[in-house]
């Protein structure tokens, strides 16, 4: 018959282990030292193994077998005390999971410390983070495929979801160096403007099917991700906006040129928490929506401003 470790007899390993003997161990847990003798017996005849040595030491020394199997042990009590901690925020009305849909604008340095703040103050709460465009994120949302968005303002207002303002953000028309754009004396018509290839970040969902936002070239390439967006603009392909906080490098290092036009100056926009008005955030989703507020903050706070052109050239 295969060995059989109990959870308990892994505890007591690992107890006897971190403590260094087994009437400390016996303190830790509680119990007495001949129980914890005991438990370590039975764990060594049953895996048919030697896990300590005992003679001619103060205080049991782990074997190299012993070694070995401390580190499954400890992965196991891992694992036991990962189920606790899920049950005891369960009957506190903890998420066993959460769904958040971000739209692609959403400043990621502000998403990354959260989410490492998020691991460390939940850690039984799964996570699965859905990125879209303007309005995948409200049609997640709607459709009940997420508990929680963050983005920019809906593309339709609905009765059915709660705005929680969470901080400001802005869009920032940019093109290349080398692009005509950027090399335009003066603020640039919109006539000039709709000549040249406008990258887009282009929506699949079905909320803004035949609608455009802040597009005026008579030619589009449409793409669903931003970062492609950037490196298309980076290339030289088409001008476009972007996040401001995105390309704050590139602008310093001289890899994007700031474009003065007419008709697309630099967007303010304010960042929303979304949810459904019948389903309000439970524990883990409430502390979400707080520290992104707190990030934003931060990070909007120490975003330096990017030159116009047609400031510095007036």
């Known amino acids: 018959m295969q060995p059989n470790p109990t959870l308990d007899q892994l505890?007591?390993?690992?107890?006897?282990?971190?403590?260094?003997?087994?009437?400390?161990?016996?303190?830790k847990l509680?119990?007495?030292?001949?129980?914890?003798?005991?438990?370590?017996?039975?764990?060594?005849?049953?895996l048919g193994l030697r896990l300590f040595e005992r003679e001619g030491t103060r205080e049991p020394t782990l074997t190299t077998e012993g070694k070995a199997m401390l580190t499954d042990a400890r992965r196991m009590v891992g694992v036991l005390s990962d189920i606790r901690a899920r049950a005891e925020g369960l009957t506190r009305g903890l998420e066993a999971e959460l769904v958040i849909a971000v739209?692609?604008?959403?400043?990621?340095?502000?998403?990354?410390?959260?989410?490492?703040?998020?691991?460390?103050?939940?850690?039984?709460v799964g996570l699965r983070l859905n990125v879209g465009t303007l309005g995948i994120v409200s049609e997640q949302l709607?459709?009940?495929?997420?508990?929680?968005?963050?983005?920019?303002?809906p593309v339709a207002i609905s009765d059915e979801l709660v705005a929680v303002r969470i901080g400001d953000a802005s869009m920032t028309p940019v093109a290349a160096p080398r692009?005509?754009?950027?090399?335009?004396?003066?603020?640039v018509p919109l006539s000039v403007v709709r000549e040249h290839i406008q990258l887009v970040i282009s929506d699949v969902s079905q909320?803004?099917?035949?609608?455009?936002?802040?597009?005026?070239?008579?030619r589009t390439w449409r793409m669903t991700d931003m970062s492609i967006k950037r490196d298309l603009i980076?290339?030289?392909?088409?001008?476009?906006?972007?996040?401001?906080?995105?390309?704050?490098e590139d602008?310093?290092?001289?890899?994007?040129?700031?474009?003065?036009?007419?008709p697309y100056p630099e967007r303010p926009y304010q960042l929303h928490a979304f949810y459904r008005a019948d389903s309000p955030p439970g524990p883990a989703a409430s502390w979400l929506i707080e520290r992104f507020k707190q990030e934003l903050l931060k990070v909007c706070s120490t975003l330096p401003v990017v030159p116009q052109r047609g400031a510095s050239a007036a």
Request: net charge neutral; glycine share 12%; no cysteine.
């Open 179 to 187: 692009h005509p754009l950027a090399a335009y004396k003066g603020r």
């Open 142 to 153: 709607l459709s009940h495929g997420a508990n929680l968005s963050i983005g920019g303002q």
């Open 30 to 46: 509680n119990r007495a030292q001949s129980v914890i003798s005991y438990a370590i017996a039975n764990l060594e005849a049953q």
């Open 103 to 124: 739209d692609v604008t959403t400043p990621s340095p502000a998403l990354t410390t959260v989410l490492a703040a998020f691991e460390a103050e939940f850690p039984s």
């Open 234 to 248: 980076l290339s030289g392909l088409g001008w476009g906006g972007l996040p401001t906080w995105m390309i704050l």
């Open 251 to 262: 602008v310093a290092a001289g890899r994007l040129a700031v474009l003065d036009l007419e």
């Open 207 to 218: 909320m803004t099917k035949g609608k455009d936002f802040g597009v005026f070239a008579y």
């Open 11 to 27: 505890q007591v390993l690992v107890a006897v282990a971190d403590t260094g003997s087994f009437s400390a161990a016996g303190r």
